[in-house]
Nanobody, 126 residues
Framework: QVQLVESGGGSVQPGGALRLSCGASGFAMENYAIAWFRQAPGKEREGVSCITRGDEPKYYLDSMKGRFTVSRDNVKNTVYLQMNALNPEDTAVYYC???????????????????WGQGTQVSVSL
């Protein structure tokens, strides 16, 4: 059974950091492009970042560049999203998703992804 599980969410103050993890079971993540999405209350889901099967290139939403870093550990079958300098606008449920694609492909379009995790809450406030 294919399953993705996110972890690492929580509550932090502005300027704080969190590292989200996306673990997989039932398939090898190294064969998939992985993306992170988020959905804030009352807003549509948006693509945050993605990482290709080949590890590079990686893509980030403009507002995340320089603050967020996506990486993968194929031995642990896990993808990470390191989030630094968090601000209240980053408050959302964060999801990881997996999709088949070429070695240099990934996308932040949600419709391209077949497998999804259940999400982890990130809250940034004073």
């Amino acid at each position: 059974q294919v399953q993705l599980v996110e972890s690492g969410g929580g509550s932090v103050q502005p300027g704080g950091a969190l590292r989200l993890s996306c673990g997989a079971s039932g398939f090898a993540m190294e064969n998939y492009a992985i993306a992170w999405f988020r959905q804030a209350p009352g807003k549509e889901r948006e693509g945050v970042s993605c990482i290709t099967r080949g590890d590079e290139p990686k893509y980030y939403l403009d507002s995340m560049k320089g603050r967020f870093t996506v990486s993968r550990d194929n031995v642990k079958n896990t993808v990470y999203l390191q989030m630094n300098a968090l601000n209240p606008e980053d408050t959302a449920v964060y999801y990881c998703a997996a999709a088949r694609g070429g070695i240099n492909w990934c996308s932040t379009v949600s419709a391209r992804y077949s497998y999804w995790g259940q999400g982890t809450q990130v809250s940034v406030s004073l």
